[in-house]
């Protein structure tokens, strides 16, 4: 296994919508899961994290909402719209239709 | 559906700062102690695995930065960062901004002071219920039919017309209005009151609803009908307020009238109350004319209303209607009519301010380009630190915009205090006797219509923001648009390329404007001090008599007869003069400047002379004059004595004016000598007075013609008009005020005083008009001055700037300051001379259509033209000097060094 590979902007907000859109989480919590979910294989840069967040916020996709974790503590859980979710989808097709694509390029040449 | 929210975040981000502010630090706090904890659970050392966390964290404080950024902040930022900035620098160059806030607001405040007078005369409507559909019926009576020789535009009707219209218009509903005047007495005074018959339609065209009660109705449209509608004010001040006003009844002119409607406070303000009108049969001899006011009926425009108008009234009139050629009736929207005097003036000022506004543009425009080479070094460092071009661009128009604010709201008080100091000149401030009889009265109270809605408001305070901002923009743009091409590294190479770039052409510009703004500023100047210079003759004209006197109108009520009325007139006269304080007093039927009362005119000559067939020129202004009236109007007495209660039997007695006795005899005296006018009788002549001026005069040539003065006496065909007293006291003629009302209320609680002042404030109010003029046009003639000078100064100062390099040449070669100075100079001269020439030229054309307004000069006044021109071209010498002076401090070292 090779060094995790740092997630480019645009990707980072189609894999943090992705993440929540089953449940709410905090910022960690994200980070966690796109790290757990790829195997290591995906590692998110700490520095873009949190202002990926806040612009997802700011241009409507997520939603913010202060609660207690299961350790006790105050987290900002972070949740999908309406508006988010059907952009979700948009953003899935597109990287499916991407990524089949890039797939039959490799794979043929 | 997404916008909203975004909206409400980005203004939570905005107010609720601090509180944004500290959320993110605690989830950036939540992630690191997380992150710790899970470092902790893999067998580290707290104090590792805190480290551990924070390392992998990274820059926490740019993690900050970024999230604000990302909800947006970031533009807001820079925009305080840029105010701030802006701020800093104009405080560092107070000379700079000092200027061009100055000329900013002078422009700004011009224009506010322009707008707001335009948006309360010409933008506003009429506050009234679909003031737009109100309409006046008007006839074009051609020269030929008119009794004065002229063509006319009127709205007046013969009141026998009115019932026509009434009946047969389609398009229109009608209603007559007459002025009407009723003394009403209360417990301690007897005041007069102006009023309104009218049409009970009246009410409904004008759309008005009654505050209490009901309107007019039709059946009440006859001569015994007691109802009335008063104003607020009239139930407040002589019902009390009293709730059950309906109840109540009011006496005028000892008339009892009930109440029926009381008239909301904010509209009709000069009008008392309103009785029903009714139509008097005309007599041969005498017509009474009525106003009209009509209102387009439902779904009617106003083209069908004036089509049928028109065949209306050439129908009443029996007359066949002009194939081409105007209409003869027509129909106007009362809005239009009631500023169709103005909007011509109000048009021409706007479009006046907008060149002024550009002109100011343009020069603080040229005073950021001057200033724009000492900041070029700044701008270089900024690029050399990153900055964008876009970025500079942005902070250089902040620094505009901030410029022109701070002006604009400098402007805002300038106007405010202009709008303040002009308002009241523009109003009379005149009895009604004495003001002109033409028009409704409501229009004619100041030179500017609705002058009193004038007012810096929300509407126009929003005006001033927008202009200034767009202002602000339009004169920083080219400056950073220019300084903004500093290169990172080749800023000297394209320092030296700018000034090579073509700069006659752009001193061309400079001049042209510079010019053009000299030539604006003479012209006005030129005529500002015309008019001020005609205002000064004209109040320096001798009038014949002493104005500080006091005249009132003597009011008794309507029921009283011409005899009565005399009698009483006599009585209070004589009451007066036994006053201590009182000198003189006297009464007359028309004092002097008075357009109201009997006007006579006849052939008065010496009996054994013919009087049928004489000149009117030659006829003889006749006014009727108490024994003591000259007298208290402190006319002089030539020769014989004054007017005396003549004994019975005798021939009545006169006094002639020395134009009279130089008309009629010559260099011979005329007292003892008896007069004959016309049919009316024999006269004789008792004393000669001093010529005096009983209207003002148009000219300073004119003469005030002869007139002769004789006893009151009851005419045949008195009118009941009221006689107007001069009273000359001891010291100031208004402190007998008090005295003068207790001795006519002691004769009869039933009359009263009305149009108290002294002749001094009717000479004052005479003047209103163009001392209104004179200070309007000072108050451009100063600032276009003003913005000229400033105008200058920029054009010199950036030609200085641009030339630094040939005159550091020039000096390194050895030229003296003397010839430094000499170069600018020489260029300054010039564009003054031509400026100023044009500006002349400018005025002898402009001042063409002065002529009407100038008293004792003509419009190619000599003096007026060489002190104009002498004295503005030397402040404008001087306002050369400085940047003429900032050449020669050129150190040639420094200026080379630059290359």
């Known amino acids: 296994m090779g060094k995790p590979i740092d997630i480019v902007q645009g990707t980072l907000d189609f894999l943090i919508l992705k993440t929540i859109s089953l449940e709410p989480k905090h910022g960690w919590a994200i980070a966690k899961r796109i790290q757990q979910i790829s195997h290591d294989e995906l590692k998110v840069p700490q520095g873009s994290l949190y202002p990926a967040l806040h612009r997802l916020e700011q241009q409507g996709w997520i939603r913010a909402a202060w609660a207690s974790t299961e350790t006790g503590r105050e987290a900002k859980f972070y949740s999908l719209t309406r508006a988010g979710r059907s952009h979700l989808a948009k953003e899935v097709a597109n990287w499916e239709r991407l990524s089949s694509a890039i797939n039959l390029v490799v794979r043929t040449t | 559906m997404r916008w909203p929210d975004q909206l409400r975040l980005r203004v939570r981000s905005l107010l609720r700062r601090g509180r944004v502010d500290e959320e993110l630090s605690r989830e950036l706090r939540f992630h690191l102690d997380q992150q710790t904890d899970e470092h902790i659970a893999a067998g580290m050392t707290p104090r590792d695995a805190r480290f551990a966390a924070l390392r992998e964290m990274g820059n926490v404080l740019r993690i900050s930065e970024e999230c604000r950024d990302a909800r947006g902040l970031r533009p807001l930022d820079d925009l305080k960062q840029d105010v701030r900035y802006a701020l800093r620098t104009l405080a560092r160059n107070p000379g700079f901004a000092g200027v061009s806030i100055l000329t900013l607001a002078l422009g700004i405040g011009l224009t506010t002071g322009v707008f707001s007078v335009v948006s309360a005369v010409l933008l506003r409507p009429l506050p009234y219920d679909d003031a737009d559909r109100l309409v006046a019926i008007v006839e074009n009576v051609p020269a030929a039919e008119n009794f004065r020789g002229v063509a006319m535009r009127t709205s007046a009707m013969n009141q026998d017309e009115i019932l026509w219209w009434r009946t047969h218009a389609q398009t229109l509903h009608v209603a007559a209005a007459t002025p009407v005047r009723q003394t009403i007495r209360t417990a301690d005074r007897t005041v007069r009151l102006s009023g309104l018959r009218v049409s009970p339609t009246w009410f409904e065209i004008y759309g008005v609803q009654p505050a209490r009660g009901r309107w007019l109705r039709p059946d009440e449209e006859r001569p015994d009908a007691d109802v009335i509608v008063i104003s607020t004010a009239m139930w407040r001040e002589f019902l009390g307020s009293d709730p059950r006003v309906l109840e109540r009844t009011i006496v005028l002119d000892a008339r009892s009238y009930r109440v029926v409607g009381v008239m909301p406070a904010n509209v009709f303000a000069n009008i008392a109350f309103w009785l029903p009108f009714f139509a008097e049969p005309s007599t041969p001899d005498a017509t009474t004319f009525v106003s009209v006011t009509s209102r387009l009926r439902d779904g009617v425009s106003l083209e069908a209303a004036a089509a049928e108008v028109n065949v209306l009234g050439h129908q009443l009139r029996g007359i066949a209607q002009e194939p081409d050629g105007p209409a003869r009736f027509d129909v106007v929207r009362v809005q239009d009519q009631a500023i169709a005097r103005v909007r011509p003036a109000l048009r021409i000022l706007s479009v006046a301010v907008g060149a002024v506004l550009i002109v100011v543009c343009a020069n603080v425009a040229n005073l950021l380009l001057a200033r724009g080479a000492s900041r070029r070094r700044e701008i270089e460092i900024r690029r050399a630190l990153g900055a964008s071009r876009g970025r500079i661009v942005r902070q250089m128009l902040t620094e505009s915009i901030v410029l022109s604010v701070v002006g604009g709201l400098a402007g805002t008080v300038i106007a405010t205090a202009g709008v303040q100091l002009v308002k009241p000149l523009a109003v009379y401030g005149l009895p009604e006797a004495f003001r002109s009889a033409l028009g409704p009265a409501v229009l004619d109270r100041s030179v500017l219509p609705r002058i009193d809605e004038v007012t810096i408001n929300g509407g126009v305070f929003t005006f001033v ?148 067939g004489m000149d009117r020129a030659d006829m003889a202004m006749i006014r009727s004059v108490s024994p003591d009236y000259l007298r208290a109007l402190g006319v002089d007495l030539v020769a014989g004595r004054w007017l005396e209660n003549r004994p019975e039997g005798a021939l009545p007695t006169v006094v002639v004016n020395r134009a009279y006795a130089r008309r009629f005899f010559g260099e011979q005296n005329p007292v003892g000598a008896t007069l004959r006018w016309g049919t009316m009788g024999l006269f004789q002549v008792v004393g000669v007075v001093e010529d005096i001026w009983l209207h003002l005069p148009a000219t300073l040539e004119e003469e005030p013609g002869h007139a002769v003065f004789m006893q009151p006496r009851v005419a045949k065909d008195a009118q009941g008009g009221n006689p107007s007293f001069a009273v000359r006291a001891v010291g100031d003629p208004l402190s007998i005020v008090t005295d003068v009302r207790r001795v006519v209320r002691q004769i009869d609680p039933g009359l009263a005083i009305d149009g108290t002042t002294t002749m001094d404030r009717v000479l004052g109010g005479l003047q209103t008009r163009p001392r209104f003029y004179a200070v309007v046009f000072a108050i451009f003639g100063a600032v276009a001055a003003l913005i000229a000078l400033i105008g200058i100064y920029g054009v010199l100062a950036y030609g200085v700037t641009q030339r630094t390099k040939e005159i550091g040449i020039r000096m390194a070669l050895g030229a003296r300051r003397g010839e430094v100075l000499g170069l600018v100079m020489r260029q300054a001269a010039l564009l003054i001379i031509v400026g100023i020439t044009m500006g002349l030229l400018g005025a002898t054309w402009s001042t063409r259509y002065l002529a009407t307004m100038l008293f004792g000069l003509t419009p190619l006044d000599g003096a007026t033209y060489g002190a104009v021109a002498l004295t503005f071209a030397t402040v404008a010498i001087v306002a050369s000097y400085v940047p003429a002076r900032r050449a020669t401090r050129v150190d040639p070292l420094v200026a080379l060094r630059y290359e």
């Open chain 2, 465 to 612: 923001l927008a202009i200034a901002v767009v202002t602000g923009v339009l004169f920083g743009i080219a400056p950073a648009l220019r300084l903004s091409r500093v290169e990172r590294v080749a800023a000297h190479a394209d320092a030296s390329s700018t000034s090579g770039r073509s700069p006659r052409r752009q001193h061309g510009l400079g001049h042209t404007l510079a010019v053009s703004q000299l030539v604006l500023a003479t012209t006005l100047l030129v005529v500002t001090v015309l008019l001020a210079r005609s205002l000064v003759k004209l109040s320096s004209v001798d009038i014949g008599f002493d104005p500080g006197v006091l005249t009132f109108e003597l009011v008794a009520p309507g029921s009283y007869s011409p005899t009565q009325r005399l009698a009483l007139a006599q009585r209070v006269s004589d009451e007066l003069r036994s006053l201590p304080t009182v000198t003189a007093a006297g009464f007359t039927d028309r004092p002097p400047f008075s357009r109201m009362g009997p006007s006579w005119q006849g052939p008065v000559v010496p009996v054994e002379r013919e009087w049928r």
